[in-house]
């Protein structure tokens, strides 16, 4: 019998927008493109179709940013984003 379940809606329980905001960043760099992070943050919550035609061109999307591409920019941020929790230690909303 399940006693218990915890459900976190992305940011309910843990502040992850910088963490995004990094991951997102990293990625950008890895491609080339240099874009400042508070820019970047602006604009988390929008999925990765919708935010990168905010920094890039259409054709550069296509190029770079195809989710179905192993080597694409949002596979890069994909990859980057575990790293980016940890190492940047998202912030709790818990007031302990």
């Keep these: 019998m399940i006693k ?9 329980l843990v502040n992850s927008v910088d963490s995004h905001a990094h991951a997102w960043q990293d990625a950008f760099n890895a491609f080339g493109h240099d874009f400042a992070f508070d820019k970047i943050r602006s604009q988390i919550g929008k999925g990765g179709g919708q935010l990168m035609p ?3 061109s259409h054709g550069e999307v296509k190029r770079k940013g195809l989710k179905s591409s192993v080597s694409g920019l949002a596979s890069s941020r994909n990859a980057t984003f575990p790293k980016s929790m940890v190492s940047r230690r998202c912030a709790s909303y818990s007031k302990s």
């Design 4 to 12: 218990a379940v915890i459900f976190d809606v992305d940011g309910t």
């Design 54 to 56: 905010v920094f890039l």
